[in-house]
Every structure is written in structure tokens, then in C-alpha cells.
């Protein structure tokens, strides 16, 4: 791997808020290997702006220009990106750089392209999908509502949680889901 940038990083706003566009990301990441967009063979996205209809490219010169401003890259434009579904994306970015020669891979968020969690079973033949959840049942959209409901914000913020998470002392803290009363009470350890 020559270069790596999250968008966000650049104008420092979380989930790069309010634009699918990762060009200033990949122009610095061109600039630092020291080729240009006509010298790359194949741009892939990690969504499939047609779901639900399946889709393995995406053909939409309006999007495909919001991705990647021509502007940056000398007016040159794309015909086409590849789509690689959301998870399994998730997944070779977890598995290929791990080290292990086999491994299974969790991968839980909110959801893409419908779909909200999937395990799976990387090897050096490839990865493949063992379980997936439909974003109806969604771990990641129900912990963004909890942290909502604890004042943490809505779901861009929701990663104060996480990071607080290690501060806290969990014996004073125990909840005892399997005798909670009715109620809202519950017996403590």
C-alpha cells in the first residue's frame, strides 16, 4: 500500500457530513504515489447507489463526478467505478491486512446496502459471506438510540459512548437483565 486518507480527515467533519465525495482523499493519495486519475486502471465504491436492484458498476456521471471532482484531477472523468457491496468491503479491510491465513470476520454497523451485520470466513482463497441481517435488525442502529436517548447525540456523535465506555467501572454498574422486575427496577450485585 503506497497512501491511505479518509475524507473526513481533510475538511475534519465527521462522516465527511453531507457529501459522498472522497476526492480530495484520493487526489492526495495519487499525489503521494505520484500518478493521476488517467493512470489509474479501476476506481471502486463501497455502496451501491442502485440498491436494492443489484448492481456490480456504477455508470451515473453525476455521481460519479460528486465522488470525484473532475476539477481535482485535471478534468478527467471516470465512465465508470466498480461497486463492491458495503460489508464485504468491511470485511477484505478487515481480513487481507489482519496477517491470519484464516479468520472469521464480524462486521456490524447501522446498515449498507441493506444489510446490517454479516460473519463471515476469509482464507487466502478469498472471503465468503456465512450470515448476513437485514438492516430491519440493525445492533447498530439500535446502540445510535441508546446513545441518542443518553444525550450522547444523534448517530454522527454516538462514538462518545464507545470512547467512554473504557472510563467506567463495571461492578458498580451491573444490571441484572435476567431478573429485572417490571417496572424498571432490578436486583444489583
Keep these: 500500500m503506497v497512501a491511505f486518507a479518509e475524507e473526513e480527515r481533510f475538511p475534519r467533519r465527521k462522516h465527511h457530513k453531507d457529501s459522498r465525495s472522497c476526492a480530495v482523499a484520493a ?58 457491496e458495503h460489508h464485504l468491503a468491511h470485511t477484505a479491510s478487515a481480513f487481507h491486512p489482519s496477517g491470519f491465513d484464516e479468520a472469521a470476520v464480524l462486521v456490524v454497523d447501522g446498515s449498507g446496502d441493506g444489510v446490517s451485520a454479516t460473519l463471515a470466513h476469509g482464507t487466502a482463497d478469498g472471503l465468503k459471506a456465512l450470515r448476513q441481517f437485514p438492516f430491519s435488525q440493525s445492533l447498530g442502529w439500535f446502540y445510535e438510540t441508546v446513545a441518542e436517548h443518553l444525550g450522547l447525540g444523534n448517530w454522527t456523535s454516538s462514538g462518545k459512548l464507545m470512547g467512554l465506555a473504557g472510563y467506567g467501572n463495571p461492578d458498580r454498574y451491573t444490571f441484572d437483565f435476567l431478573t429485572a422486575r417490571a417496572g424498571g427496577s432490578s436486583k444489583r450485585s
Design 27 to 84: 487526489a492526495y493519495c495519487l499525489s503521494e504515489a505520484g500518478i493521476t486519475l488517467a493512470d489509474v486502471d479501476e476506481i471502486a465504491t463501497a455502496f451501491n447507489p442502485a440498491w436494492p436492484t443489484p448492481s456490480n458498476i456504477c455508470t451515473d456521471a453525476e455521481l460519479i463526478a460528486e465522488l470525484l471532482a473532475p476539477a481535482l484531477f485535471g478534468h478527467h472523468r471516470l465512465r465508470q467505478v466498480t461497486v463492491v
